[in-house]
Structures are given as C-alpha cells and as structure tokens.
C-alpha cells in the first residue's frame, strides 16, 4: 500500500494481466482500472444503460481486495460540444461508493459526437482541442457539475496532437493551469503524450513542464510507442523509451502533490512482455523515482481505498 512520503508505482489494469494481479501484486502499489471495462453502456437514453459485467467485475473485484485501485476513465467526452454525459458521472460516483477510488482521472478530449437519434457516433480514439477561451468556459462549468456529482476533484490528463491544432489561443500547460485555478481539479501528466508531440511536432516536453501549475500534478503516465509511416504513435506498445524515464526523473522531484506514478501498455502487446517485462517497467520506474522520495512533502493517497464493499 501507499505510505506517507512515498510515491505509489501502478499498472493500468487489462485483461492480459490477470495472472500478474494473482502472482506479482506485491510489486505494484496500485491498479489503475478502465471503469468502462466492467460495464455494457447501451447508450444514452436506453432503459437499462449501464449492464454490469460479472466475469470483469469479479475479477475487479479480485483486484481491489489486494490493492489500492484509481479509476481511469475513457468515455466521459467532457469536451464534445454536442453533448454532456451527466448520467455516465452517476455511474462513476456509484462505482466510486463501492470501489473506493483512490482518485478517479479522465481525458481532457472530445471522443463522441451526439445524434438526433440513436447512439452518439464514436471517434475510436481522443480528439484533439483547440485551446480557447470558449472551450475553457464550457469545461469549467462541465468539471464543476461533474465534480459536485463525485464528491471530490477530478484530474484530467494532457493530450496527444498528431497534426498543429489550429484557432488555439494559449498553449495546453496554460489551458490546464486554468482549469485547475477555476475548478480546482487535478492534473495528469502523461509523459509519453509529451514525447509523442516532441516527436511528431518538435514541441518541447521540458517546456511544456516548465509553463505546467505542477503543484496540480498528482498522477503520472509512462508508456511506449511505436513507429508507423514516419509518425510516431502513442500505441502504448511496450517497454517505455529511455527519455520517458528522463523525464521522470526530470519532473517527479518538482510535483509536491504527486501520488502515483502507472506504467500503461495495451493487452494485445502482452506477449511481448509477459510478467517479466511489466515488472521490469515497475522496477525502472520506481529507479527513476529515487531522487524524488526524500523531498515529496506529503502526497497522502485516500486509506479508503480498498474494496469499500
Ligand atoms: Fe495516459
């Protein structure tokens, strides 16, 4: 578990790892779960929306009874103009009850788009945003409602750009710290979002850090990648590249509020891994970690944590 003055290191939980959550939990101090991998959503407006799982939760529930586990949530689409999920924040707040989220972070990114009728058209991945004035209003009022539903902030985590984002008005770092002055959320800072934007568009990770509010960082991300047709995808592929451990060297020490730090990857890159591999992920990260541990003011994770059922 979390102690005082340390920094969890976690895994973003998928169903390759279920055999790690049974033989290596002791090497990880949390599991960040997908809430939308334990629920059917049949869409908005349907009579029985949300349809549990009960294979997934069973084995959530396996999960939480030996670790500490934060909600990552991927379906919210807190941005899309066309529509705001409030029932999907109910469902949350309902898991939330049982589950005891240590803190619960989404994608500051439109994925759906609402139609007359039916069900909103899906985009398969987080869209970009131009950052302006106009998205900040809509966001800040959309974090308020959805954070008095929970009961506690959220934090919300910088995106990924393939192609310039044009009709921007301040740059990303600005757009959070705003957020984060007008509704008192968090941050979530993925490092490999950043490398993945240096790669493409030659935008600096350390600058980025530097203009960041990093008192509002509490959790961290750490991936892979992988090339195709000369862009750099954030494919979450394996094995994190050295400079996303550079970074973390780089920005942990500076966040007085960090809590944890999740190593993501998907489930179909398992076999190119196995335990071993996310293991020694765990390992590099909590290395990387060292010159943090001795000044992080007091990054206390809720106790409440465990299974609340
Ligand atoms: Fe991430």
């Not at 009728?117 to 985009?123: I, K, L, P, V």
Request: glycine share 6%; with cysteine.
């Amino acid at each position: 578990m979390f102690t005082r003055h340390s920094i969890g290191v976690g895994v973003l939980f998928n169903p390759s790892l279920a055999d790690f959550v049974e033989h290596c939990s002791d090497a990880v101090d949390f599991y960040s779960v997908i809430p939308e991998r334990f629920w059917n959503d049949h869409g908005r407006g349907a009579s029985q929306r949300f349809v549990p799982l009960p294979n997934e939760i069973e084995l959530l529930d396996r999960i939480a009874a030996k670790k500490s586990v934060v909600a990552h949530g991927v379906g919210l689409s807190i941005a899309s103009a066309s529509l705001f999920d409030l029932d999907y924040v109910h469902q949350l707040k309902a898991w939330q009850a049982r589950y005891g989220f240590a803190w619960i972070s989404e994608h500051l990114a439109a994925v759906r788009i609402a139609q007359a009728a039916g069900s909103d058209h899906h985009a398969g991945l987080a869209l970009p945003l131009p950052w302006d004035e106009e998205l900040l209003d809509l966001l800040c009022e959309r974090i308020r409602q959805a954070q008095d539903v929970l009961g506690q902030a959220m934090l919300f985590e910088n995106g990924v750009e393939y192609t310039p984002v044009p009709f921007s008005e301040m740059s990303e770092p600005a757009f959070l710290n705003a957020l984060v002055e007008r509704t008192g959320c968090g941050v979530l800072l993925d490092l490999h979002n950043l490398h993945v934007n240096a790669k493409n568009l030659g935008h600096s990770p350390v600058d980025f850090i530097d203009a960041l509010n990093l008192d509002a960082v509490q959790e961290i991300h750490i991936a892979g990648g992988s090339s195709m047709h000369g862009i750099y995808l954030d494919s979450h592929s394996g094995p994190c590249p050295p400079e996303v451990f550079e970074l973390l060297s780089l920005v942990a020490p500076r966040c007085p509020q960090l809590r944890g730090v999740t190593f993501e990857f998907l489930e179909s890159y398992f076999p190119m891994m196995g335990d071993q591999g996310v293991l020694a992920q765990i390992a590099a990260a909590r290395q990387a970690l060292q010159p943090s541990m001795s000044n992080v003011p007091c990054p206390l994770p809720s106790s409440s944590a465990r299974l609340a059922t």
